[in-house]
Nanobody, 128 residues
């Protein structure tokens, strides 16, 4: 059974940076596309970034384009989200998700319930 574990969330001041990690286990890492999502209370879950580790193709949500970078390390079965120039609007619980045999662009258009695995989330809190 596959498992995703996020880490790296923390309090940070506006303008700062964080790097989130998503460690995958129990699955063939590069058979999946991965996405980072975020959610705040009372709001819909928002897709942030997606990657296909097998070819490195990435795609981003409009609200983070140019500030966030998704990457992966196949040797470590880990997906990263580098977040720069953070603002209070980036405050959320960040989740990692994986879906089998899709590209990053296909995963971007996928409804949340179609993903195969979700992590437990990691809290990012940006203060002004």
């Amino acid at each position: 059974e596959g498992k995703l574990v996020e880490s790296g969330g923390a309090p940070v001041q506006a303008g700062g940076s964080l790097r989130l990690s998503c460690a995958a286990s129990g699955l063939t890492f590069d058979d999946y596309a991965y996405g980072w999502f975020r959610q705040t209370p009372g709001k819909e879950r928002e897709g942030v970034a997606w990657i296909t580790p097998s070819n490195g193709i990435t795609t981003y949500g409009n609200s983070v384009k140019g500030r966030f970078t998704i990457s992966s390390d196949i040797s470590k079965n880990t997906v990263y989200l580098q977040m720069n120039n953070l603002t209070p609007a980036d405050t959320a619980v960040y989740y990692c998700a994986a879906v089998w045999a899709l590209t990053a662009n296909q995963a971007r258009g996928l409804s949340y319930d179609k993903y195969d695995y979700w992590g437990q989330g990691t809290q990012v809190r940006v203060s002004s």
